[in-house]
């Protein structure tokens, strides 16, 4: 697609991303998003909800109910129409189908730009999706976004979240809280890009309130299009699982002699547990994909560079991090996953 600048645009054409609608807003993903959103005061944030949803909304975000369960998307393209993003935050447990009727609804109303439910694994790495089991997830939206002609993607490369996974249990990064076991990948020593639910909330903030298109052909500025069908990466932190203990235990105020430490191979977690799941053992999916992450020398690292200075991120303190993963894991907040 041609560079497209604000110049050449019809009169009246505002430069910015004013209006968002975000189905999901009242997840742990979407919370953080309407909310850093709400923020920066240059968006109007839509809540698309079903209408017998209970989720309680900021005073600020407007809500709009409709039900898009069915093939009927009249109702789904009026609540989109006048929106310019939509932003897809769903559990891993809603039909497949969904996001496909949400992007076709909005191609329709004509929303210029979708953020579908990918928040994770970097989308250019095709030999880590493929071992994941998200290539073909991948494959199926940007597709489908692309044939659609008038809208684009845009997508957050964060990798694992990491307060959700940190107190998510041994099958994601090892730590149990509340029988203080640690389960250490090979020796512990592989390092991965990790983003907290706050900084995947303030990229995507951040990202829409950059000029939409560059002025002219003179203007460099970081502009929303630049990052059109393509991927946003950011990160927290670049950690191993012994710098997560480290800071576990400046937190906890703990030493390795209080906790139960094991090791496996990273491998051969992966390759067990993606037998399972290709054997119709869906429960094994989590221990697969955080496997496959940790194998020593394997491609995880990101294919680009952050953008966490071109999208004005903050530095985040990790033991600050590290103690609402550790409260999340001691209350359950995240359920393991066995």
């Known amino acids: 697609m041609a560079q497209k600048y604000a110049k050449d645009q019809p009169q009246g ?21 309407a909310d850093q959103l709400l923020k920066t005061g240059k968006h109007v944030v839509t809540a698309i909800t079903r209408p017998n949803s209970t989720n309680q909304f900021d005073e600020n975000v407007k809500v709009s109910q409709v039900d898009y369960s069915g093939d009927d998307d009249t109702a789904l ?33 004509g929303v210029a730009y979708v953020l579908p439910n990918w928040f994770g694994h970097d989308p250019a790495n095709d030999k880590l999706c493929d071992e994941s089991m998200l290539k073909q997830s991948r494959d199926s939206i940007t597709a489908e976004i ?21 107190g998510g249990g041994p099958n994601r990064y090892g730590f149990d809280f509340k029988e203080r ?11 991965i890009n990790t983003s907290t639910w706050p900084q995947c909330g303030r990229a995507i903030a951040h990202l829409l309130s950059l000029k939409e298109l560059p ?28 710098d997560m ?40 999916f989590t ?16 294919k680009s560079e952050l953008h966490n200075s071109v999208l004005g ?17 001691e209350s359950g907040e995240v359920a393991y996953s066995h």
């Open 287 to 302: 221990k697969m994909l955080y496997s496959r992450m940790f194998i020593p020398g394997s491609d995880i690292g990101y």
């Open 146 to 166: 692309s044939g659609l002609g008038g809208i684009s993607y845009l997508l957050l490369a964060c990798n694992f979240w990491y307060e959700f996974s940190l």
């Open 245 to 284: 203990f480290e800071s576990v235990k400046r937190v906890t105020g703990t030493t390795d002699a209080d906790w139960i430490i094991t090791h496996e191979s990273a491998e051969e977690r992966w390759k067990e547990n993606e037998v399972a799941v290709k054997q119709g053992n869906w429960s094994a």
């Open 215 to 242: 002025d002219d052909e003179a203007d460099k500025s970081p502009t929303v299009s630049q990052f059109r069908n393509n991927s946003i990466y950011i990160s927290s932190f670049q950690l191993s699982q012994r």
């Open 181 to 191: 076991t640690l389960v250490l990948f090979d020796d512990g020593n592989v390092v």
């Open 13 to 33: 054409f505002s430069n910015r991303i004013e209006r968002v609608a975000i189905v999901g807003a009242g997840g742990h993903m979407g919370s953080h998003i």
């Open 313 to 329: 991120l903050p530095v985040e303190n990790l033991d600050e991090s590290t103690a609402t993963g550790i409260r999340m894991g």
């Open 77 to 109: 393209v009026g609540a989109l129409r006048g929106q310019q993003v939509l932003i897809i935050t769903m559990s891993v447990t809603a039909p497949r189908d969904t996001t496909i009727k949400l992007v076709r609804a909005a191609a329709k109303a």
